[in-house]
């Protein structure tokens, strides 16, 4: 059984990292010419997190930017690899939230209608 706190068996994993981004919303990594994957892929061993991991490791973080009118993100890593998350609540009404951003010194939450919150991180 999972020991207290694990997240085994859970479909989050709860991690305490010094960089982290959780999509709620559409997600897909490809390059100039290839879609890699996306949040419909397979999740089973050997599917999904076996492609991402092969896809970025070793690679490094270009830039970060999250453009109006709905603050999709994209994440631009060396080796011409994109990590796109695209904002699926633009409803001005929705709170839904689309995606996270952990950095070592601030959390960004982007939801519905574009809105965007930025906080200073507090680590536990």
């Known amino acids: 059984s999972p020991s207290p706190g694990s997240s085994e068996g859970s479909p989050l994993r709860m991690n305490d990292c010094e960089y982290s981004v959780?999509?709620?919303?559409?997600?897909?990594?490809?390059?100039?010419?290839?879609?890699?994957c996306t949040w419909m892929d397979d999740r089973s061993k050997g599917g999904i997190s076996d492609r991402i991991l092969s896809a970025l490791i070793g690679s490094h973080i270009i830039r970060v930017t999250a453009d109006r009118p709905a603050f999709d993100l994209t994440i631009e890593f060396s080796e011409g690899k994109c990590l796109l998350v695209f904002n699926g609540t633009a409803r001005e009404d929705s709170d839904e939230r689309s995606w996270d951003l952990s950095t070592p010194d601030q959390e960004f939450e982007v939801s519905g209608g574009g809105r965007i919150n930025v906080d200073p991180r507090a680590w536990d």
């Not at 999509?23 to 290839?34: F, L, N, S, V």
Request: overall charge negative; charged content about 35%; glycine content about 0%.
């Open 22 to 36: 959780f999509a709620w919303d559409p997600w897909r990594i490809e390059t100039a010419t290839d879609e890699v």
